[in-house]
């Protein structure tokens, strides 16, 4: 009986996985998901914090997330970048100043906001330098978003993780 078994186990093993149907249809094509980075050169805060709102000169896709940096030093040689918003304390920890950001889907504004600003100190008011990302929204490289999440506090993982080739940035500024 049992060799009787294993014999329609096997038979039936073999008919049901050599089954094929048709075709299906053709998929929908694939998004482009590249993402894209921009300098902002020579920034400058009024004394009451008010920064610039700067035009993308294209329009995002519903989805598509900016990330700010702002270039706070040099180390071996590579600009060293700190994520917006950036915050500055006094001595006693109380806040001072911080730098902030906002993006709509045409245009996006640096600026500062903080407790007297007229005091902030001129070399972090003037000449600032600023690095926008732009991620896309949607990601097919990865089906679980909660595997291979990137730190967006870091500049260089968020370039490795969407692939860019950060060697030419286009200006705005």
């Avoid at 732009?134 to 089906?143: F, Q, R």
């Amino acid at each position: 009986m049992k060799k009787i078994f294993i014999l329609f186990a096997a038979v039936g093993l073999v008919a049901f996985s050599s089954c094929e149907g048709p075709e299906g249809p053709p998929g929908e094509p694939g998004v482009n998901t590249v993402a894209q980075v921009i300098d902002v050169n020579n920034v400058n805060f009024a004394l009451n914090g008010d920064g610039e709102v700067i035009n993308f000169g294209f329009t995002l896709y519903p989805g598509d997330v900016v990330l700010a940096y702002r270039a706070t030093g040099v180390s071996n040689g590579s600009t060293v970048w700190s994520q917006i918003p950036e915050s500055h304390y006094y001595d006693d920890g109380t806040l001072f100043f911080t730098y902030k950001f906002n993006f709509s889907r045409v245009d996006f504004e640096l600026y500062l906001e903080g407790f007297e600003l007229n005091t902030v100190p001129t070399d972090l008011r003037t000449n600032q330098k600023f690095r926008i990302v732009i991620v896309p929204g949607e990601d097919p490289s990865i089906s679980n978003k909660s595997v291979n999440k990137v730190d967006y506090s870091d500049y260089n993982a968020v370039i490795k993780k969407y692939n860019i080739d950060d060697t030419n940035v286009k200006q705005l500024k």
